[in-house]
């Protein structure tokens, strides 16, 4: 069965340190992955989506980054994270229309 | 763009009532999903509908897709502690030309249960 993984859980970072958060998918070839962000436990957003190796949307124009760099890894990053990076961080895989989430990780920027 | 309005936005209710919450779309979904996410936790699919008049039971759940295919419900019947959490709805526009089809979500329906 396929499964998704998702770490760290929470992460307390500084204003202008750079981030990573990995995710990673078992269980199934090519899957379509995406970055949501959920601000104060509502609201999805999306933030980038990918449908293959090193093939990357942005659905928004902001301070992070992705990348794939295999099939079934996906990496959210940035450079120098500001304090409305907060929130909670979300990575999905979808299997036709269905979208399946990881754990999240809650990010805090201090 | 797609606007997909939820509600109640939240709910207050006594154990053992039932729960309903809705979804209203501008446009025409081809899919609707709803998720229920816990405290901390990523959303867990409970119902997928793919076919407008649709009708999907999980348990205490049922869920149904509008026939004018820009709605859908959730009702669940008897409601008990573990079911406090986030519900949320999403619906797949035919029409979005992104990520093979953007699901939308909904904002949300708290839900508190008193023991």
């Known amino acids: 069965s396929q499964t998704i993984h998702q770490w760290p859980a929470t992460l307390v970072q500084p204003v202008g340190s750079p981030l990573s958060l990995e995710c990673t998918v078992e269980g199934t070839s090519n899957p379509n992955l995406y970055w949501y962000r959920q601000a104060a436990g509502r609201g999805l957003q999306l933030l980038f989506y990918s449908v293959g190796i090193g093939q990357i949307s942005s659905e928004v124009p902001q301070n992070l980054s992705a990348s794939r760099p295999q099939d079934r890894q996906f990496i959210l990053s940035s450079k120098k994270l500001l304090l409305s990076d907060s929130g909670f961080y979300l990575c999905?895989?979808?299997?036709?229309?269905?979208?399946?989430f990881g754990q999240g990780t809650r990010l805090t920027v201090v | 763009g797609q606007q997909l309005n939820q509600s109640p936005q939240s709910m207050f209710i006594q154990e053992g009532e039932d729960v309903s919450m809705n979804c209203t779309s501008s446009s025409i979904f081809n899919t609707w999903l709803w998720y229920k996410q816990d405290p901390g936790e990523g959303p867990v699919l409970l119902i997928a509908l793919y076919k407008a008049g649709e009708l999907t039971s999980n348990g205490r759940l049922t869920a149904q897709f509008g026939i004018t295919r820009k709605d859908s419900f959730l009702n669940i019947s008897a409601s008990i502690p573990s079911d406090v959490g986030i519900y949320f709805c999403a619906g797949q526009d035919p029409n979005y030309g992104g990520s093979q089809g953007n699901l939308i979500f909904g904002k949300g329906t708290k839900l508190s249960v008193k023991p």
């Open positions: 999905a895989w979808r299997q036709n229309t269905e979208a399946f």
